[in-house]
């Protein structure tokens, strides 16, 4: 093997965040999608937390939370233990766009693995490695990017 593993690790990195920015630039996905996915994650939970694991500011997070409140992709419940908050949820409708945006993502890179060489296995062996390594790093706060 020619490469080391570290220069492989340090790769992986690299071409994981660029296959997700040319993603997000041919699908020029809506405004909020990365707040879905995380909502997706993480379950109910409030905008401060929403915010630190998007890491943006409080005030950015609550702009982008009002929008999709608008939309119908989430809603606001009451928090399960402290009576003066509220935790924002994923509604159906953000649930259904969430899957919507998903399948675009795979259908796109699906285009692309058909102009390659690379089999069902050599894939699936890419994203158990990715998942393992973001498993090791569960930690919202600690991943990079976690859009669809």
């Not at 608008?70 to 509220?86: K, W």
């Amino acid at each position: 093997m020619t490469d080391s593993l570290p220069a492989l690790a340090s790769d992986l990195v690299v071409l994981a965040a660029r296959l997700t920015r040319a993603v997000r630039r041919e699908l020029e996905h809506p405004a909020g999608t990365r707040a879905l996915s995380l909502l997706d994650e993480l379950g109910p939970v409030g905008v401060t937390a929403l915010a630190a694991a998007d890491r943006c500011s409080q005030p950015t997070m609550t702009g982008t939370v009002k929008t999709l409140l608008e939309q119908g992709l989430v809603d606001r419940e009451p928090h399960p233990t402290d009576g003066r908050a509220h935790v924002v949820v994923l509604t159906g409708s953000g649930r259904a766009e969430l899957a919507r945006i998903r399948r675009a993502n795979a259908e796109l890179v699906m285009a692309r693995l058909a102009e390659t060489h690379h089999t069902a296995e050599e894939v699936a062996t890419t994203v158990a490695v990715l998942r393992d390594v973001l498993d090791l790093t569960s930690s919202p706060e600690l991943q990079e990017d976690t859009t669809p």
